[in-house]
């Protein structure tokens, strides 16, 4: 385990044990005492341990992981991803939403636009990009670089990771249901190919505000879902104390997603998130864009529109 990251509720028997074989191993360099075969018997139960948990983790753990404040946001996904990055301001309106950035960027040799939510890492960060939930003025932002994308035949690739759009008086008296319905019209209408990956929380209408995509993605430990687990226990239940079975019944992981045809495929994360390596998860999601990117180059435009309608229209079922 890497030492900054602080460990969640159910991984603190991990650092247990790590922090055990840290010791012995302490312990036989200052002692001159052979420790190795007590010291690989622990790692070998450490790594057992951790493959156990993590391939049986709850939806409600995956959630937490989700939202691990040292999780790779945005502005390290594009420092990971892009040989070259311009980023591109404002909503030509007055504003710009540090919720959404959006830009031009070079990915081994391809040309996309690249939009994305932006969460910080710490309570200052945090206050500038609103804690990750855009305004409206983010969705008009969003949707002039889809504008510019349309316009020079640049695929699009949105990187979603937001616990939902800004829901205060002010974005609402600024338009926010219409700023997020206009996208999800325009969003339809595009030829070019559109790429979505939810990289860790994909809530309500804030998500698919950028996510009307060709293909979508998530995450391994991401979550994707028309409401938080707490909105949705608040609302059922009328308590916070039923969050995990919110959490359960709403059918929010990647494994999950899969089996409803909603998403089109899950990325693989390290051993325990992608903040214990964000340059192996990067180098998943490169592989995923540029393999899209690739697919669609050789479809004409009136495909890739028709396409993704028919993606959408043939989600859910209908019983008369």
Known sequence: MIK???PLEFEKSIFQ??????ELKALSGETGIDLSDQIETLTVQAKEFKEELYS??????????????????????ISLLANDWVELHGDRAGTDDRAIIGGVACIDGHSAVVVGTQKGKNTKENLKCNFGMPQPEGYRKALRLFYHAERFGLPIITLIDTPGAYPGIKAEQTGQGVAIATNLREMAKLTVPIIAVITGEGCSGGALGLGVANKVFMLEHAYYTVISPEGCASILWRSPEHTSTAAEALKITATDLMKFDIVDGVI??????????????????KETIINCINIFSTKGKEFIKNSRYDKFRNMGVFVE
């Open 268 to 285: 693989k994360e390290p051993l325990g998130g992608a903040h214990y390596d964000p340059e192996y998860t990067a180098k998943q999601l």
């Open 4 to 6: 900054d990251i602080k």
């Open 56 to 77: 049986s983790l709850t939806p409600s753990q995956k959630i937490q992981i989700a939202r691990h404040p040292n999780r790779p946001n945005f502005t390290d996904y």
């Open 17 to 22: 044990i790590e922090a055990k074989i840290e």
